[in-house]
């Protein structure tokens, strides 16, 4: 069954940076639209970035734009999120999910989800 374990989270200050990964099994990986959400204290659950299967496009959300880059490498079946200028608003639970077929912000067409790391950022 496909598989999705997150890693890399932690209590960073704020300004620093952060790298999460996700370790994908199970399926064909390539072939995947892979995203981060993330979950702040007594709020729903939020998109921050996606990436298609071969890697060559990407986005992300507004609130992250020019601090986040979502990346992939397939030979390892490994999904990152490269988190820089770090911010207490940033403190979240961070997933990583897949999608066999959508390109999309909602949740709702992620059917593949890890557990969450955790990332703290100290004000």
């Known amino acids: 069954q496909v598989r999705l374990v997150e890693s890399g989270g932690?209590?960073?200050?704020?300004g620093g940076s952060?790298?999460?990964s996700c370790a994908?099994?199970?399926g064909t990986f390539s072939r995947w639209v892979m995203a981060w959400f993330r979950q702040?204290?007594?709020k729903e659950r939020e998109f921050v970035a996606r990436i298609i299967g071969s890697g060559d496009i990407s986005y992300?959300?507004?609130?992250?734009?020019?601090?986040?880059?979502?990346s992939?490498?397939?030979?390892?079946n490994m999904l990152y999120l490269e988190m820089n200028s770090l911010k207490p608003e940033d403190t979240a639970?961070?997933?990583?999910?897949?999608?066999?077929?959508?390109?999309?912000?909602?949740?709702?067409?992620?059917?593949?989800?890890g557990q969450g790391t955790?990332?703290?950022?100290?004000?």
Do not use: H, M
């Not at 992300?60 to 979502?70: A, D, E, L, P, Y």
């Not at 992939?72 to 390892?76: E, L, M, Q, T, W």
């Open 10 to 14: 932690g209590l960073v200050q704020v």
């Open 93 to 113: 639970v961070y997933y990583c999910a897949a999608s066999e077929i959508f390109y999309s912000d909602s949740e709702s067409r992620y059917g593949y989800w």
């Open 72 to 76: 992939r490498d397939n030979a390892k």
């Open 18 to 20: 952060l790298r999460l």
């Open 24 to 26: 994908a099994s199970g």
């Open 40 to 42: 702040a204290p007594g």
């Open 60 to 70: 992300v959300t507004n609130s992250v734009k020019g601090r986040f880059t979502i």
């Open 118 to 123: 955790q990332v703290t950022v100290s004000s």
